[in-house]
């Protein structure tokens, strides 16, 4: 919270003041209209929204987030019950500068242009809501992840000790709890001590969004402001419900809080999940070790999450020092011939005796000629990348008859999703959670919350669902990993063996 309210190491806008939503009309924005496609991808539409680009002087550019103002006019507006709260009475500043900014680039040059910025999070001194008006609900979708609870409690806490809202409504099962589920009344005594548990009290899907639906029950609910907690499919669906309820003209803020246990949400700094599930999979690669360990030419394999990013892996890599061999996504790699797998293997149990892999689940399937069908969410499903390679290292050596292999497989996968967070979590949970509520309270949607360089923002919806985050494999981290594990980079094989043939003459 602290983190959120404080002053320094923010950046000032130059020479213009940016869009103040409580006491000036917004800016004429850059007309650059965007849709999402059904695979999440934002692509060009003249039917959304546009997005607010604010320019400013030497390349200064502000990402900014939509305001209810912006399409409701004359928007009553009060004064924020937090300058009377005593919790916050030792604070200096208790509200965000209207004028204060997150630049998304951190390492830049003395003659390098100031470039994008996103509106940083934060409570106002103007809100848009009074507590005996408002109406928020909580819903929560796609995979486990460790910290859901504790950010539903955070919300529920914030709203109630900051604003005075006395409950919220939890949608039951994902989106079509809107629909078709019943609700949870949702009280600090309710949500009191569910940081403690794993999972999410109001359970989860990755179906049910039919955005027409969910609007409808919205509206006829009363609810004003949706707090959603999902990771990429999740906020792009997000974003759709934000769209159909500005085209109506309703007055509802729509929140999301990104959660990816693997940590493939782009320009955040992490997922929340991330730490704790990094930590957990420790356990399991400790351990493969021990089984690799205790038997001649053993070899431990532990399949962690990570579809399309391989975060998880490498930090756990980093983290173990057990591990000689990681295997990502973003870094292919090929089996036989020469700088191959098979090959550092048997050079590795030969020096060694033993030897521990991790694979993410979304690594090597260019080699596996996965299928092409895709869960609710538009994820691509994949065949068990673990149980593939387990069987190809067994095939290779049985073929080789030269080495007698011990093999494990090792797959924690639900065992870390369904684990509380960590301490490190239930803080970061807590940021969100509370920069959330203030964010929606002070009349902002269509957003995400997150961390950008260490100071929390506000992030249009649609840069969180472009891309996905992705371990950059020529950046120094991913050399560290090669440094610790000495595992080969798996170039092509004809530049390897060109390079052994260069070599010999």
């Given at each position: 919270?602290?983190?959120?309210?404080s002053?320094?190491a923010?950046?000032?806008?130059?020479?213009?003041?940016?869009?103040?939503?409580?006491?000036s009309?917004?800016?004429?924005?850059?007309?650059?209209p965007?849709?999402?496609?059904?695979?999440?991808?934002?692509?060009s539409?003249?039917?959304?929204?546009?997005?607010?680009i604010?320019?400013?002087?030497?390349?200064?550019?502000?990402?900014?987030?939509?305001?209810?103002?912006?399409?409701?006019?004359?928007?009553?507006?009060?004064?924020?019950?937090?300058?009377?709260?005593?919790?916050?009475?030792?604070?200096?500043?208790?509200?965000?500068?209207?004028?204060?900014?997150?630049?998304?680039?951190?390492?830049?040059?003395?003659?390098?242009?100031?470039e994008?910025?996103?509106?940083?999070?934060?409570?106002?001194?103007?809100?848009?809501?009074?507590?005996?008006?408002?109406?928020?609900?909580?819903?929560?979708?796609?995979?486990?992840?460790?910290?859901?609870?504790?950010?539903?409690?955070?919300?529920?806490y914030?709203?109630?000790?900051?604003?005075?809202?006395?409950?919220?409504?939890?949608?039951?099962?994902?989106?079509?709890?809107?629909?078709?589920?019943?609700?949870?009344?949702?009280?600090?005594?309710?949500?009191?001590?569910?940081?403690?548990r794993?999972?999410?009290?109001?359970?989860?899907?990755?179906e049910?969004?039919?955005?027409s639906?969910?609007?409808?029950?919205?509206?006829?609910?009363?609810?004003?402001?949706v707090?959603?907690?999902?990771?990429?499919?999740?906020q792009?669906?997000?974003?759709?419900?934000?769209?159909?309820?500005?085209?109506?003209?309703l007055?509802?803020?729509?929140?999301?809080?990104?959660?990816?246990i693997?940590?493939?949400?782009?320009?955040?700094?992490?997922?929340?999940?991330f730490?704790?599930?990094?930590?957990?999979?420790?356990?399991?690669?400790?351990?493969?070790?021990?089984?690799?360990?205790?038997?001649?030419?053993g070899?431990?394999?532990?399949?962690?999450?990570?579809?399309?990013?391989?975060?998880?892996?490498?930090?756990?890599?980093?983290?173990?020092?057990?591990?000689?061999c990681?295997?990502?996504?973003?870094?292919?790699?090929?089996?036989?011939?020469?700088?191959?797998?098979?090959?550092?293997?048997?050079?590795?149990?030969?020096?060694?005796?033993?030897?521990?892999i991790?694979?993410?689940e979304?690594?090597?399937?260019?080699?596996?000629?996965?299928?092409?069908?895709?869960?609710a969410?538009?994820?691509?499903?994949?065949?068990?990348?673990g149980?593939?390679?387990?069987?190809?290292?067994?095939?290779h050596?049985?073929?080789?008859?030269?080495?007698?292999?011990?093999?494990?497989?090792?797959?924690?996968?639900?065992?870390?999703?369904?684990?509380r967070?960590?301490?490190?979590?239930?803080v970061?949970?807590?940021?969100?959670?509370?920069?959330?509520?203030?964010?929606?309270?002070?009349?902002?949607?269509?957003?995400?919350?997150?961390?950008?360089h260490?100071?929390?923002a506000?992030?249009?919806?649609?840069?969180?669902?472009?891309?996905?985050?992705?371990?950059?494999?020529?950046?120094?981290?991913?050399?560290?990993?090669?440094?610790?594990?000495?595992?080969p980079?798996?170039?092509?094989?004809?530049?390897?063996?060109?390079?052994?043939?260069?070599?010999?003459?």
């Amino acid at each position: 919270m602290m983190d959120s309210i404080s002053s320094s190491a923010s950046t000032i806008a130059p020479r213009f003041r940016c869009f103040d939503p409580t006491t000036s009309k917004p800016p004429a924005a850059k007309h650059r209209p965007f849709s999402v496609s059904k695979d999440g991808v934002v692509e060009s539409s003249p039917q959304v929204a546009d997005r607010k680009i604010v320019e400013g002087d030497d390349g200064y550019v502000l990402e900014d987030v939509p305001h209810l103002s912006d399409y409701i006019p004359d928007l009553p507006i009060y004064p924020n019950p937090l300058q009377d709260n005593p919790a916050y009475s030792v604070v200096k500043q208790n509200f965000v500068n209207e004028d204060d900014t997150i630049s998304e680039k951190v390492v830049v040059h003395k003659d390098s242009p100031r470039e994008t910025h996103f509106r940083r999070a934060g409570a106002r001194q103007k809100v848009y809501f009074e507590a005996d008006d408002v109406r928020p609900c909580i819903v929560t979708c796609g995979g486990l992840c460790p910290g859901v609870n504790t950010v539903i409690r955070e919300i529920v806490y914030g709203l109630h000790h900051m604003y005075g809202i006395s409950s919220v409504l939890g949608i039951e099962g994902g989106y079509s709890g809107f629909y078709a589920r019943n609700t949870i009344c949702l009280t600090p005594k309710v949500v009191n001590d569910i940081h403690k548990r794993g999972g999410t009290i109001l359970g989860t899907s990755r179906e049910g969004h039919i955005t027409s639906k969910i609007v409808d029950s919205i509206q006829d609910r009363g609810i004003n402001q949706v707090y959603i907690i999902g990771g990429h499919g999740t906020q792009t669906e997000a974003s759709v419900i934000y769209e159909e309820i500005r085209r109506r003209g309703l007055k509802v803020a729509v929140v999301g809080i990104p959660k990816a246990i693997d940590n493939d949400i782009p320009v955040i700094d992490k997922s929340f999940g991330f730490d704790t599930a990094v930590e957990e999979a420790q356990r399991a690669i400790s351990a493969a070790h021990v089984e690799s360990e205790s038997h001649e030419n053993g070899i431990g394999i532990v399949k962690l999450m990570g579809r399309y990013s391989g975060f998880i892996a490498m930090y756990a890599t980093l983290a173990s020092r057990d591990v000689d061999c990681c295997l990502i996504p973003e870094s292919p790699f090929y089996l036989e011939g020469p700088g191959g797998l098979f090959q550092y293997m048997e050079r590795r149990l030969k020096e060694h005796g033993h030897m521990v892999i991790v694979i993410s689940e979304g690594a090597g399937h260019e080699l596996m000629h996965s299928m092409d069908e895709t869960d609710a969410t538009g994820n691509k499903l994949f065949h068990d990348v673990g149980l593939w390679i387990s069987q190809k290292i067994k095939d290779h050596f049985a073929k080789q008859r030269k080495m007698t292999i011990n093999l494990k497989y090792i797959d924690p996968t639900y065992m870390i999703c369904a684990v509380r967070s960590n301490a490190s979590d239930n803080v970061y949970c807590s940021l969100l959670a509370q920069n959330a509520v203030h964010g929606a309270m002070a009349g902002y949607t269509g957003f995400t919350v997150g961390p950008v360089h260490g100071k929390h923002a506000y992030i249009p919806f649609y840069r969180i669902t472009e891309r996905h985050h992705e371990v950059v494999i020529t950046d120094r981290m991913w050399a560290r990993l090669l440094s610790s594990t000495n595992q080969p980079s798996f170039m092509d094989v004809k530049e390897v063996t060109a390079d052994d043939t260069e070599e010999k003459q």
